[in-house]
């Protein structure tokens, strides 16, 4: 049996954030959003839900689209993670990030990271998605503030960006 004080004891945890390799000390069932947002400040991760159902905590992690809220930090351990501030190349934005500003695909910006990550992965598998494509692909995101078709818009114009470049 297993010592309650030992299953609380923090452990360090290494993996690679944002092309960054980083060691955090953490509670290994800490959450790897509350580690994200804490401890490594990247805080454009949100938490909407807390419950893995509304997308803004998205993360890639080894390339999967995965929800940062449900995700025990020890399970990110060895993993390549790109939260939304990795998308961008120094002062330049990434190109969904430049067609969401550009297309009124951003309004209260809680979902916004989790949309654009989602798009990103979408997009990292399907260079020309159909519009329907963009709205499955965006299914696992829920926005409050829009009809979704600024942000299913600002997809689809950095997909033929993408397609042009």
Request: proline share 5%.
């Given at each position: 049996m297993t010592n309650p004080?030992?299953?609380?004891?923090?452990?360090?945890?290494?993996?690679?954030?944002n092309r960054e390799p980083?060691?955090?000390?953490?509670?290994?069932?800490?959450?790897l959003l509350d580690?994200?947002?804490r401890q490594l400040q990247l805080t454009g991760t949100k938490e909407g839900c807390g419950e893995g159902e509304c997308g803004?905590?998205?993360?890639l992690m080894d390339g999967t689209l995965v929800n940062s809220c449900l995700?025990?930090?020890?399970?990110?351990?060895?993993s390549s993670i790109i939260t939304?501030?990795?998308?961008a190349s120094g002062n330049t934005l990434h190109v969904l990030q430049q067609a969401f500003l550009e297309n009124g695909?951003?309004?209260?910006?809680?979902?916004?990271?989790?949309?654009?990550?989602?798009?990103?992965?979408?997009?990292?598998?399907?260079?020309?998605?159909?519009?329907?494509?963009?709205?499955?692909?965006?299914?696992g995101n829920l926005c409050r503030c829009t009809g979704y078709s600024q942000i299913v818009e600002a997809v689809a114009e950095a997909a033929r960006r993408r397609t042009t470049a």
């Open positions: 004080r030992e299953a609380r004891a923090q452990a360090e945890i290494s993996f690679t954030i980083k060691v955090v000390h953490a509670y290994p069932m800490e959450r580690v994200l947002r803004s905590c998205a993360v995700i025990p930090v020890l399970q990110a351990a060895g939304i501030e990795g998308l695909g951003a309004q209260c910006g809680i979902c916004t990271p989790g949309m654009i990550l989602a798009a990103s992965h979408l997009l990292n598998g399907k260079s020309e998605p159909t519009m329907e494509e963009i709205q499955e692909g965006l299914s």
